[in-house]
């Protein structure tokens, strides 16, 4: 989990005093705002907390300064080596299944219960299943079905086996005779408003006398579409008066006449998640059921089922889930979104989708990082984007080549400019990634804002290219003059030569929901600029490192300029 941002303060500045012999917070806020971006907003707040900080550690000694910062090394360390740890595990017989229900595209949630599940098999050297829960008509496509599999290969995750369990339908339907046969469950033809008052009387209804032959009768009708939707379903025999709701004789079969993806028109009586899932666990040798804390009540049926079918339990793991705020997960909050037209599909960068995070530009290795750093824990989480945007603003920064990205343009002209030819490396820190060459002869854009904050007299620097001074202002017409190549003006701008610039436009992702759930209509943001010419020879899917404005990767390339969407 990621420390707040006191503590990062903290961190940092420990460990700058420690190198330095002093805490230097001009040294420490850029490795603040690369840990809380969002720390930015409030430059004021954080640089008082980070003063705070440095006149408090830098009165303490060499070797409290030490002490204090041990606590941060031996949490870094314990991070590093944290695994997962499974409870009876026996190494190379682990098995684990990740069971999704092809009903939607896959999300952030499902990338999180996806990694546990693969890293706990690997983590003993066993194997993971990927298992299709898929026993309701109503709402399932091959189409989820195949974005799933999309999703996990993107993300890296491979499995051992495939299954579908729909087609272990006659074996389910053997299962229900077997429980009526052993007075476990039987057939309620209550109506549904009926039924629900008797679980909240917690009274049971008169079809749950019925013998074993009329059960298996009226199932058998049900099975052949004899009986219609709504007027008949199957319900396990529990315990009407237990507190916990979930016993009071759920249900196990209901008529659903839709056809079915993969199987048709074949059957008619489809069983329930809470019938299926233990039986499919026993039956494919899975060792240990991870799901999250949501399905803890229905433990008790879990583990009934088996016993009634004489079927071999497996360990059930909890964990939390997992939604990112202000983005919405579930596909019944996506879909009117969609047909609204309020955002662009499955793939609209403010979504949490693996189909939104991809096209955003965020990597696997960072949706790992980060959906693995809650581990097993069963407490309840919600973050921003803040943390997976941090760990993937990391991997982008060793792998991102530099570009020039001006936001706002405004055409300056530099008297007395040289012709000059830029040279300038695609990444600071790596050689191997070489450099590219600007052509220049004095007519730039820079940013509107950055000529804001120039007074006249002042001499500052386009970046990695020369010195200018800002002579004379009026009625908006500025003059700039030529002040040499040599020596480092205090400030430096960003610039791309008129000439070859290149049209384009950043789609800048923002929270899609508010507090309350509500659409903010102000949620992508759109900054117009121009961009260095090299940038045309990026290819779709590109992401590099527009300097002094973050990390962006190509969406597209239009007739009139290039379209990126901001990553972090």
């Known amino acids: 989990m990621a420390i707040s941002l006191e503590e990062t303060i903290r961190k940092h500045t420990l460990k700058n005093a420690h190198d330095y012999k002093l805490a230097i917070p001009g040294k420490i806020i850029g490795k603040v705002i690369g840990e809380w971006p969002d720390s930015k907003n409030d430059m004021k707040g954080t640089m008082k907390l980070l003063n705070e900080e440095a006149k408090r550690v830098n009165a303490l000694s060499v070797a409290q300064m030490a002490e204090e910062l041990k606590e941060f090394i031996f949490k870094e360390k314990k991070e590093e080596k944290k695994e997962i740890e499974l409870p009876g595990a026996v190494q190379g017989r682990v098995v684990t299944r990740f069971p999704p229900e092809p009903s939607g595209y896959p999300h952030i949630g499902h990338a999180k219960a996806a990694w546990l599940d693969f890293e706990a098999a ?10 299709f829960d898929d026993t309701n008509p109503e709402k399932e496509k091959q189409e989820y079905v195949d974005a799933l599999k999309e999703g996990l290969l993107w993300l890296g995750i491979d499995w051992s086996e495939e299954s579908y369990t729909s087609d272990r339908m006659e074996e389910f339907y053997t299962s229900a005779d077997e429980l009526f046969v052993k007075f476990s469950a039987y057939v309620c033809t209550c109506s549904g408003e009926e039924v629900k008052k008797g679980r909240e009387a917690k009274k049971s209804c008169d079809c749950s006398a019925r013998d074993a032959e009329e059960n298996m009768a009226l199932f058998r009708k049900m099975r052949e579409g004899k009986i219609e939707e709504g007027e008949a379903i199957v319900r396990f025999r529990g315990l009407m008066s237990d507190e916990n709701s979930v016993m009071r004789d759920p249900t196990l079969f209901r008529i659903i006449k839709a056809p079915h993806y993969r199987q048709g028109e074949k059957y008619k009586a489809w069983p329930s998640y809470d019938f299926v899932a233990p039986i499919m666990d026993s039956l494919e040798g899975v ?3 991870m799901r999250t804390k949501e399905y803890e009540l229905r433990n008790p049926l879990y583990f009934a089922i088996l016993k009634s079918l004489d079927l071999r339990a497996p360990r059930l793991i909890e964990f939390s889930r997992l939604a990112i705020k202000g983005a919405p997960i579930s596909k019944r909050l996506i879909a009117p979104l969609i047909s609204q037209g ?3 599909g499955w793939d609209d960068p403010r979504l ?10 965020i990597l696997p290795e960072a949706v790992r990082e980060f959906v693995l750093s809650f581990g097993l824990s069963k407490v309840e989480s919600e973050p921003g984007w803040d943390s997976l945007l941090s760990c993937n603003r990391k991997i982008l920064d060793e792998r991102s080549m530099r570009r020039f990205f001006v936001k706002n343009p405004v055409k300056i002209e530099v008297h007395g400019a040289p012709q000059k030819e830029a040279v300038l490396k695609n990444h600071p820190g790596k050689q191997e990634m070489g450099e590219r060459r600007i052509a220049t002869s004095g007519s730039f854009f820079v940013g509107a804002s950055d000529l804001e904050s120039i007074p006249i007299g002042e001499t500052f620097r386009l970046k990695d290219l020369y010195n200018l001074t800002l002579v004379e202002r009026e009625d908006g017409n500025m003059k700039f003059n030529f002040e040499g190549q040599e020596g480092l003006a205090a ?13 384009c436009k950043v789609m800048v992702p923002k929270d899609l929901l508010d507090e309350d759930g509500n659409f903010v209509q102000d949620s992508m943001v759109i900054e117009i600029g121009v961009c260095e010419q090299s940038c045309l020879e990026l290819t779709d899917g590109a992401c590099v490192q527009f300097e002094r404005f973050g990390y962006a990767r190509l969406d597209k390339k239009e007739e009139n300029g290039l379209v ?3 990553s972090c």
Do not use: C, D, N
């Not at 690997?122 to 298992?131: A, D, F, T």
């Open 352 to 361: 949490p989708t693996l189909l939104a995070l991809k096209r955003r530009g």
């Open 287 to 289: 060792t240990h059921a």
């Open 342 to 344: 309020k955002v662009q």
């Open 491 to 503: 400030k430096k701008i960003q610039w791309v030569p008129v000439e070859s610039a290149v049209s």
């Open 122 to 131: 690997r983590r003993y050297g066993g194997k993971m299943l990927l298992r």
């Open 564 to 566: 990126f969407i901001f």
